[in-house]
Structures are given as structure tokens and as C-alpha cells.
């Protein structure tokens, strides 16, 4: 085949060594999947040589040998793509819609492999084509095949040349297994409801009794449903199909004909319901208690109940400075300059004040107070390491109150400067100046 405009390379290398940018686009947008990194080791095989390997395997493969080797083309009939569209998993794709008709791939031409059924029946051809986009609906893709006839077909009727045929052989004979298996459920139901039900009794007084009972059991369905004969039958035609069912279940076990023709109950397993549990309680993964509570204990200062209730006075009072203000912005008269900067300065040292003084004073004699029990005590070890522990945990919270207070505050200041004055200034002279 022609590669970057050679015609019959000599080698692989030689093939990948003609690839031109235009060829490299193209690889990138349509080329198989490979678990390979784009550097690799010095004796290892290079992604390009490997990718260029696996599409020419993947070129090589005949779908419909593939597919006759799988047994599906010795089935009595052959369903179209539309039928074993409804049966598709996909679940198989490697690739989303969006990759496959990716507008760059598309340039180029994203080749595919066609099914084309024989108008007399049998088993398709696959035939070369050439997607021409896609129904991101209905998965559905336009594709033109030779002389530029157009088609739209099924995703199941249809594999790229970048894809696995191994895995899509899979997929066909996945959706003719998940068709043959429904044909047989049809079937089962329709003998089961074409079965007689003149000679099956119908439910006794009492039982119709006792269903009504349930079914009426409010004044609004007891208005609505006045008439309860059709209820009736209707729960007496459900009765007698299901005794038929039940007698078609052990009639089907002896006679090997039918069970043939009927879907094997293993290839649809129902649901088997969770046990009821001994206890009423949360199941829990078996766990080291001790050696979590060590790891705990060892990495945290919350251990004692005198650290508990000393960090959160101190998150109280750091809660208290943080609805500080710095600035004054409360004025119920204009100002001067000089009054305006005085009037900034004293609420600043008032802050500064409280917080040097009064606040660490009184954050030093409660901690005192609530630890004089425990510090006064026996001193070991294990008491130090946790209160460092709790005093720098402490002096974060400290910290991040100050900077919330600096931060608030200055926000709040840049707002009353936004709302009382103007950007724009004009001034004509010294003594006339508009805003």
C-alpha cells in the first residue's frame, strides 16, 4: 500500500520513515490503540513500528471468515443490522462517536468495513467504504462505498479499519446470542399464553374476597372502582396463566424437543435475594482498633479534655478579634484631611492596644486557669509534647485571626473610599475642584 506517497516500501522501517506530517495526523486520529509510550527504552520496539504492525494484522483479517468460525453463519436465517442493532452492547467500543467521525479524520477518510446482505438471504459481504459522518442518536453512520453510493447503517454492520476485528467479531456474535436468547422468551411466552384455560378453576370466594380487601382498602378506590367484575377476570385470567406456567415448567423438563426450542433458565439467572441478616447492624470492615487509636494519639494534641476545652475558648476569643474593625468608616459629618488621618490613627492604636494588652493577657490567664490541674501535676514526656503541640496550633489560629481582621477590615476601608468618592476629579484651579 501507498505510504506518505511511496509507492510498495521496502520494510517497516522504511514505510515508517516516508510518513509525512499529513500521515502523522491521520495515525493520530484513526490508528489502532497500542499500551505502548510515545518514548520507549533503547531495545524496546518503537509505538510508530508497533501501531504500523498491528494495522497491518488488523488489515489482513477477513470478517466474514471470522465470523464463520464463530458459527454464526451456519443460523437457518440471518437477521439484518437493524434487527441486531436492538441486541448491541456498546460496551465493545473502544472509541467514543466523537473519535470515530473526529472532523480531522474525516478529512482524510476514515475507512471501514461494510456489511452487505444478499438480497436471496445467506450471510453479508464486507465491503471497503468510507464514513461520511454520523447520527450521534440513533448510532447510525453515513458511509459511501464504490463508485459513490451512499448508505446508512448500523454501528453492529459495521467496523473500522482502526479497530479490533477480533473484538468485533465478539460484539456480532454477543448481539446474535442476546437475539437468539429473546426469540426463545417470545416463544416460551406464547406457548405458555396460548395454552387453554376453560378447564382451570377460578380463585375461591374467599380468595377474591380477601384480594378485593386489599385492593379497596381506601374510600377513594372503593368510589373509583365500583365495578369489580372486570377486576375479577382479570385476576382470574393471571391465575390460570400462571397455573399453565407452572404446568408447562414440569412438562418441559422430560420431553429433550422442547427444551431445545426454549431458552435455557442458566443464561438468565434471576437476582437472588441478599439473606436476611442476623442482627440489624451496619456491616464494618475488620479493623486494628489499637494501632489506629496509637497513630491517632500520636499525631494529634486533642487527647485530653483540658486541651479540648482550652482550644475552644481560644477559637471564642480569635472568633471575637476577627469582627474587629481597624478603621473608623462611621462619619456623621464631612471632614478634613487632618481630622480624616487623626481619626484613622487613633482606631489603629485602639486595635493595636486591645490586642498587645488586653487580649493576649487575658488568652495567658484563662489557659493558665484551665491547665493549672494538669501542668501542676506529674511532667512527663507525653504532657510537653502535647501542649507544644496545642501552643502552635494555638499561634495558627492567632495568626490566620489577625490576617482575617487586616483583610476584612481593608476591604470594608476600599468600600467607603469607592462609595463617598469619585474616580473622576476635575480641577480648573485651587479654589474650584468638581467631582
Same mark, same amino acid.
Given at each position: 500500500s501507498a505510504v506518505g506517497g511511496k509507492e510498495n516500501p521496502a520494510s517497516l522501517e522504511e514505510a515508517l520513515s516516508y510518513i509525512e506530517?499529513? =500521515?502523522e495526523v491521520q495515525l493520530s486520529a484513526c490508528e489502532p490503540k497500542v499500551f505502548v509510550p510515545f518514548v520507549v527504552k533503547k531495545d524496546e520496539v518503537p509505538r510508530k513500528v508497533q501501531i504500523e504492525r498491528k494495522k497491518r494484522h488488523f488489515a489482513a483479517q477477513d470478517i466474514g471468515n471470522l465470523l464463520a468460525a464463530e458459527g454464526i453463519n451456519s443460523f437457518a436465517s440471518q437477521p439484518s443490522g437493524e434487527e441486531l442493532a436492538i441486541f448491541d452492547d456498546y460496551d465493545f467500543d473502544t472509541r467514543t462517536q466523537e473519535e470515530w467521525v473526529a472532523p480531522e479524520a474525516l478529512k482524510l477518510g476514515?475507512?471501514?468495513k461494510v456489511a452487505r446482505y444478499p438480497p436471496g438471504g445467506g450471510p453479508p459481504t464486507w465491503v471497503p467504504a468510507t464514513v461520511l459522518g454520523c447520527d450521534p442518536e440513533t448510532n447510525h453512520y453515513n458511509v459511501s462505498i464504490d463508485h459513490g453510493q451512499t448508505l446508512i447503517v448500523p454501528r453492529i454492520d459495521m467496523c473500522f479499519n482502526a479497530e479490533d476485528p477480533f473484538r468485533f467479531v465478539k460484539r456480532r456474535c454477543d448481539?446474535?446470542?442476546r437475539r437468539l436468547a429473546t426469540e426463545k422468551i417470545f416463544l416460551y411466552n406464547l406457548y405458555v399464553l396460548s395454552m387453554p384455560t376453560d378447564d382451570i378453576p377460578s380463585l375461591t370466594a374467599d380468595r377474591i374476597h380477601r384480594v378485593l380487601g386489599f385492593a379497596l382498602n381506601t374510600k377513594r378506590l372503593q368510589d373509583m372502582l365500583q365495578r369489580t367484575s372486570p377486576l375479577?377476570? !382479570?385476576i382470574n385470567v393471571d391465575y390460570a396463566t400462571t397455573m399453565n406456567k407452572v404446568v408447562f415448567?414440569?412438562? #418441559?423438563?422430560?420431553?429433550? =424437543?422442547a427444551q431445545k426450542m426454549l431458552v435455557d433458565p442458566d443464561d438468565f439467572p434471576l437476582p437472588k435475594k441478599p439473606p436476611v441478616p442476623e442482627q440489624a447492624c451496619v456491616p464494618m470492615p475488620r479493623y486494628d482498633f489499637s494501632d489506629l487509636y496509637g497513630e491517632f494519639h500520636v499525631s494529634t494534641c486533642?487527647?485530653?479534655g483540658e486541651i479540648i476545652a482550652g482550644n475552644a475558648h481560644l477559637r471564642g476569643e480569635c472568633n471575637k478579634v476577627v469582627k474587629l474593625e481597624l478603621f473608623n468608616i462611621t462619619f456623621e459629618t464631612s471632614a478634613t484631611l487632618e481630622q480624616f488621618v487623626s481619626t484613622q490613627t487613633l482606631a489603629i492604636d485602639q486595635i493595636a492596644g486591645f490586642l498587645k494588652e488586653r487580649w493576649l493577657a487575658k488568652l495567658k490567664d484563662d489557659l493558665a486557669n484551665n491547665f493549672r490541674g494538669w501542668i501542676g501535676g506529674a511532667r512527663n514526656m507525653e504532657n510537653e509534647s502535647t501542649l507544644r503541640k496545642f501552643q502552635k496550633m494555638g499561634?495558627?489560629? #492567632?495568626?490566620?485571626s489577625l490576617r482575617f481582621?487586616?483583610?476584612?477590615?481593608? !476591604?470594608q476601608f476600599c468600600d467607603f473610599m469607592h462609595t463617598h468618592c469619585s474616580p473622576v476629579v476635575k480641577a480648573e484651579s485651587l479654589h474650584k475642584v468638581e467631582q
Open positions: 506530517p499529513e =500521515a476514515v475507512g471501514v448481539a446474535h446470542k375479577i377476570q !382479570e415448567d414440569r412438562s #418441559m423438563i422430560q420431553p429433550k =424437543a486533642l487527647t485530653r499561634q495558627f489560629m #492567632m495568626e490566620d481582621l487586616v483583610s476584612s477590615s481593608l !476591604e
